[in-house]
């Protein structure tokens, strides 16, 4: 008898222990803590993993969990933990799947440097990793073989990474949601390498939605007459690509021979300059019916104003420099 009691003192004291450690909040972690979670892997390497990195005292305290909650489905997935738990709370995380991700918004009108700023800000990787992977135009060179990069086809969008997101990956995303847009905008014949290049122009020219159609008028007009496009975008582009850009278009900005300036070049630039939105893309496919071939800013904002001879424009241009001069 004395024996009997001597084991069921010996098993109150060990589920009495047990109880303290599974009921107390734990952090065994500086700041936050990063658990990834393959598909697959076992209650017993979770619980592994997470006590390994400080989440939870014990491997065998998500095993109990499991045990009190045989139907729960452990969600793969990476789970990030910035205080102390217990160790229900974190199974309970883990079984509804409270995944961590960096949500990284890509704005029309980005282009490459743009969106490398982005996700360097945003944590989710270094910018010159996503550069390298965006110089390599192979993934979308089965839709357009002129394309020596990505810039274009980086469609923009909101994005959920993960800390094991490589570049490459994100990059295969962001084309991959540009191809899924295009089979919608454009019919078969389309020359994509054309589109969005132009379609790039008319996002960086204009803001605002009505005037895309003109603007992408205006673009076609000049490319039928044999005119300079003299597009201030491609020229700003020209000195991002060299390193050189001063947050303002100098005359030695305008004068470069860069490929991509189109104040020096007849014609579209090589490639798109920015990644645009579907509106732009849908003006390059279907510009306006107008005979405009210039536009410039209205006074005090608020659109462009379009001409079709060069008096008019010039007359546009000298009321908004006069505003501008006023401004400052």
Not at 6 to 14: F, M, N, Q, S, T
Not at 253 to 279: C, F, R, V, W
Not at 303 to 316: E, N, P, R, V, W
Request: a positive charge.
């Amino acid at each position: 008898m004395k024996r009997i009691l001597i084991i069921l003192a010996g098993v109150a004291i060990c589920a009495a222990g047990a109880w303290f450690f599974l009921s107390q909040p734990y952090a065994g972690f500086q700041n936050e803590a990063f658990v990834t979670i393959e598909h697959g892997t076992g209650t017993l390497d979770i619980g592994r993993a997470l006590a390994q990195a400080g989440v939870i005292r014990y491997p065998w305290q998500l095993w109990i969990e499991r045990l009190t909650n045989p139907g729960a489905k452990l969600q793969a997935g990476e789970y990030r933990f910035s205080k102390a738990a217990t160790p229900a709370e974190v199974f309970s995380r883990i079984a509804r799947g409270d995944i961590f991700y960096f949500e990284v918004t890509v704005p029309e009108g980005s282009n490459v440097f743009d969106v490398a700023r982005i996700v360097e800000m945003t944590g989710a990787m270094p910018a010159a990793d996503f550069l390298k992977a965006a110089s390599d135009g192979a993934l979308i060179q089965d839709l357009d073989p002129m394309a020596q990069t990505l810039e274009g086809y980086l469609f923009p969008s909101t994005y959920r990474l993960s800390h094991s997101t490589t570049a490459a990956e994100f990059c295969r995303q962001m084309t991959g949601q540009f191809r899924k847009q295009w089979k919608k905008l454009a019919p078969g014949s389309a020359d994509v390498h054309r589109t969005v290049t132009m379609a790039s122009l008319i996002e960086k020219e204009t803001g605002v939605a009505s005037e895309r159609p003109l603007v992408a008028a205006v673009f076609e007009n000049r490319l039928k007459k044999n005119m300079l496009l003299q597009c201030d975008p491609t020229t700003i582009y020209a000195a991002l690509l060299e390193n050189r850009y001063r947050n303002a278009i100098y005359k030695s900005d305008l004068a470069s021979k860069n490929s991509y300036n189109t104040y020096q070049h007849p014609g579209l630039p090589p490639g798109p300059i920015a990644n645009p939105g579907t509106e732009s893309i849908t003006a390059a496919l279907h510009p306006a019916e107008t005979d405009y071939l210039y536009f410039v800013a209205k006074p005090g904002g608020g659109g462009h104003q379009f001409s079709t001879d060069l008096a008019t424009h010039d007359k546009a241009t000298r009321a908004y420099r006069k505003k501008t001069r006023k401004a400052s």
